[in-house]
C-alpha cells in the first residue's frame, strides 16, 4: 500500500472512531510521526494534505524540517520525545508546540528561551501514567501542581496533557486518567494514542493522536 493510501486509512479510521464516540466530525487531530524517516519519505505525506508532524529528536529534526517548511510553509510541527534542557533554545526555535513539559527544570529553560526568542509555543504536560521509571512524564500525583506552576509561576501556554501508555496493559485506564487530570486542570487538549491504541483513545477523549508506522511502515 502507497503511504498516501495509509494516510487515508488512518485519517478515514479516525473519523469512524469519532462518529461512534458520539464526537464532532475532525474533533481529533492527526499528528504523522515522521522520527527516523527523511524528508524523501515525508514529502509524500505533504503531498497527500497531511500538515501536522510529530518529532522525537530535535537534532534529527533540524536535519529535515527547515527544507521541507520553505517548500510548504503551513507545517505544524510536534516534539513529541523527552527534551532535554541544553535543546531548549534550539527546541523553541524549530517547533510549533512542545508535548513534553514534564519537570521544572524543562520548563524553566523552555519559558526563558520563548522570552527571549520572541515565541509563544503551545505547550503539553507529559504525565507517566504507568509510573515507568524508564519513561519520561511526571507522576499522575504531581501533575496538577505542576501544570499551576507552569501557567501560574512561568506564565506557559499548556493546552493539554500527553501520555504514552505501557506497552503491556490496557491503555482504556491510562487514557481515563490522563482525561480525569485534564478535567481536574481545566485543561480541554488529550494528546493520547498511537498506531496501536488512538482509537481507544479517541472514545476516551483524546484531541489529537500520534500515528507513525500506521502512515509510514514498520522502522
Known amino acids: 500500500m502507497e503511504v498516501q493510501e495509509r494516510l487515508n486509512e488512518v485519517v478515514s479510521r479516525i473519523r469512524i472512531s469519532e462518529k461512534a464516540a458520539h464526537r464532532p466530525e475532525q474533533a481529533v487531530a492527526l499528528v504523522a510521526v515522521s522520527k527516523t524517516f527523511d ?25 529535515k524540517w527547515p527544507s521541507l517548511r520553505l517548500e510548504t510553509p503551513d507545517i505544524e510541527l510536534h516534539l513529541i520525545g523527552p527534551l532535554q534542557s541544553n535543546k531548549a533554545a534550539d527546541a523553541v526555535a524549530l517547533f510549533d508546540v512542545i508535548e ?11 519559558s526563558a528561551e520563548m522570552k527571549r526568542q520572541g515565541r509563544n509555543l ?32 512561568l506564565a506557559m501556554n499548556i493546552e493539554g496533557l500527553m501520555c504514552i501508555p505501557p506497552v503491556d496493559e ?22 493520547m494514542g498511537m498506531s496501536g491504541d488512538f482509537e481507544t483513545a479517541i472514545a476516551f477523549g483524546a484531541t489529537s493522536v500520534r500515528v507513525g508506522s500506521a502512515i509510514f511502515g514498520s522502522r
Open 100 to 110: 513534553t513539559i514534564d519537570r521544572e527544570k524543562i520548563a524553566r529553560a523552555v
Open 39 to 63: 524528508a524523501d519519505a515525508i514529502r509524500p505525506v505533504i503531498a497527500a494534505g497531511q500538515r501536522v508532524f510529530g518529532e522525537n529528536r530535535v537534532q534529527e529534526a533540524q536535519g
Open 170 to 191: 490496557n491503555p482504556g485506564p491510562h487514557f481515563a486518567l490522563l482525561a480525569k487530570l485534564a478535567a481536574t486542570c481545566g485543561l480541554d487538549k488529550l494528546s
Open 122 to 153: 503551545r505547550l503539553y504536560v507529559q504525565v507517566n501514567t504507568g509510573l515507568e521509571p524508564q519513561k519520561a512524564g511526571i507522576a499522575p500525583e504531581e501533575a496538577v501542581a505542576f501544570v499551576n506552576l507552569c501557567r501560574g509561576d
